[in-house]
């Protein structure tokens, strides 16, 4: 199995900045996509930012120009800078990563999420 670690979440006020990380680990051959989604009370999960291992990004409309997506495929790790929040980016955040096993099966796996809170 692969293990997703987050850290990073936490409260700011509306304009403030947060950065999250997410650290893969486990009998992984490679990685091809990790990203970062959101879901906040009473809706469904949406992508924030992914980004593949040849660095092609992609962004929900919503965040463009204020997130930036980032990854170290050395540590097999993500990171997610997040500034001039909104109330409307409160939210739980999860760390997903798609890729092969040692053995090249594929795999899809998700963190446990982390609390964002954007107070107004």
């Known amino acids: 199995q692969v293990q997703l670690v987050e850290s990073g979440g936490g409260l700011v006020q509306a304009g403030g900045s947060l950065r999250l990380s997410c650290a893969a680990s486990g009998n992984i051959f490679t990685i091809n996509v990790m990203g970062w989604y959101r879901q906040a009370p009473g809706k469904q999960r949406e992508l924030v930012a992914t980004?593949?291992?040849?660095?092609?990004?992609n962004y929900a409309d919503s965040v463009k120009g204020r997130f930036t997506i980032s990854r170290d495929n050395a540590k097999n790790s993500v990171y997610l800078q997040m500034n001039s929040l909104k109330p409307e980016d409160t939210a739980v955040y999860y760390c997903n990563s798609q890729g092969l096993y040692s053995d090249f099966t594929i795999f899809d796996s998700w963190g446990q999420g982390t609390q964002v809170t954007v107070s107004s």
């Open positions: 980004m593949t291992s040849a660095r092609t990004t």
